[in-house]
């Protein structure tokens, strides 16, 4: 049985208040004292009950992450990264996913502070927009990921999609390719991903002198690999088909390099293929899978330590952070690992 207070207080012939002060690191110990009571918390090898702990402070312990696909490998690469940025700190985390549904989001954001089970939230919204997040009634601490929500008076960590897709589709016009499609283009509000990295990739092929094309540009759903198989499909049947893609995701990098296997077609001899996200999967593809790398970690550690000072009392204005990224080049564009 683990050792309790009362018997550490016993071994250093101090009170259990005594000893309860050096457990939780309050100031009003004597230095000796102090020193006799950590021999005896080690000696006995007593483990403070963190529930309890917490629950002292006003603090469950616990830090939600919601996203929308927990499914999707991206988010669960960061997932792991938020977790083990949460664990240093010594939190845990709740993870939810929403399926980016609004009442769903709603119900997790909107939520008063009694019913919240969680001392902050680190949420990635594709429904809510800013005014939603200005009007909940709880003062819960919330960093944002993503680029769903613009000036929502919250921290907010993101990528920059634009800039990110026009190195991605750059690459691909430094290699000589000119018949650049793209796919992963949405329209829906609520799905701005899609849409500014349709901007990036215009911008690269403007700057290039060469013009974007709508019939080489192709909308999808979702960003999974059977979007992205059923999209190359349709490229592939056009009179004149791409000599290069830029996926918006890995996933749908995945499944158009599948459809372009398939049709007998090399990558990158005959179609050059460049994703987003660095994904383990594309990694370990055949051919290796050229990409753009959001700094995961980074997200991660940006957005703990943004919760953890606002929970600290930090009333500084809203913080928006951009993430680093690169081009990771592998054999979908180069031949070479």
């Known amino acids: 049985m683990p050792a309790t207070l009362r018997e550490v207080a016993e071994r250093a012939g101090v009170s259990v208040r005594t000893v ?20 005896a918390l080690d000696e006995l090898g007593y483990q403070p009950n963190a529930v309890a702990r917490t629950l002292r402070r006003g603090r469950s312990g616990l830090i939600a992450l919601v996203l929308p696909e927990l499914d999707v490998p991206y988010f669960a690469e960061l997932t792991r990264a938020v977790i083990e940025q949460a664990a ?13 549904d609004p009442v769903r989001e709603r119900e997790l954001v909107m939520r008063g502070n009694r019913a919240a089970m969680f001392d902050g939230l680190i949420f990635n919204p594709l429904a809510l927009g800013g005014a939603d997040l200005r009007d909940r009634p709880s ?17 907010h960590i993101m990528i920059d999609n634009v800039g990110a897709a026009e190195v991605a589709t750059r690459h691909l016009v430094e290699l000589g390719r000119r018949r650049i499609a793209a796919i992963g283009d949405q ?5 701005r991903t899609g849409r500014l990295r349709t901007e990036g990739y215009q911008a690269a092929l403007n700057a290039a002198g060469l ?20 999209a190359m499909a349709d490229l592939l049947a056009l009179p004149d088909p791409p000599d290069a893609v830029f996926c918006y995701n890995d996933l749908l990098a995945l499944g158009a390099l599948r459809t372009i296997l398939s049709h ?37 550690q940006h957005a703990v330590e943004l919760l ?11 913080a928006e952070l951009p993430a680093d990224y690169e081009l990771i080049v592998r054999e979908s564009t180069t031949g070479k690992h």
């Open 187 to 191: 329209s829906d509000e609520s799905r």
């Open 264 to 300: 007998g077609l090399r990558v990158p001899e005959d179609i050059a293929l460049v994703g987003f996200d660095d994904i383990e999967d594309g990694r370990y593809s055949t051919p290796s899978l050229t990409t753009i790398s959001p700094n995961k970690t980074q997200i991660a």
């Open 308 to 318: 953890l000072r606002r929970l600290d009392g930090d009333t500084s204005p809203p």
């Open 88 to 100: 240093a700190a010594g939190y845990t985390v709740v993870v939810d996913q929403t399926d980016g």
């Open 211 to 230: 013009e974007p094309l709508p019939e080489l540009i192709r909308p999808t759903t979702y960003f999974h690999r059977a979007d992205g198989a059923a």
């Open 20 to 39: 309860s002060n050096v457990v939780n690191d309050f100031p009003q110990v004597a230095p000796e004292t102090r020193a006799r009571v950590q021999r």
């Open 139 to 155: 003062s819960t601490p919330v960093v944002l990921l993503g680029e769903r929500v613009v000036q929502g008076g919250l921290d």
